[in-house]
């Protein structure tokens, strides 16, 4: 299982899950969203990169704050 993605504790709209290449090994899986539909960089999903400024290969999608009431951190 991966570590719980800042993408989803900030409550980015643009989070869409974890995707995984195959339901019996998780090193297939990885945190993808609007910006990054192949996979959240490290420095993003884990890191201290808020994504509030454009990031090489982000499709021009940053972070946006959605309904706090959706995500709870």
């Known amino acids: 299982m991966l570590a719980e993605p800042k993408c ?3 409550n980015c709209v643009h989070f869409e899950g974890v995707k995984s290449d195959s339901e019996e ?3 297939g899986q990885r945190c993808v969203c609007a910006a990054f539909p192949d996979g959240i960089p490290d420095e993003i999903a884990y890191g201290d990169n808020l ?5 090489p290969g982000d499709n021009g999608i940053t972070f946006k704050a959605g309904d706090a ?3 709870p951190a």
């Open 8 to 10: 989803f504790t900030r």
């Open 25 to 27: 090994d998780e090193s």
């Open 51 to 55: 994504h509030l400024t454009p990031f």
């Open 69 to 71: 009431t959706a995500n």
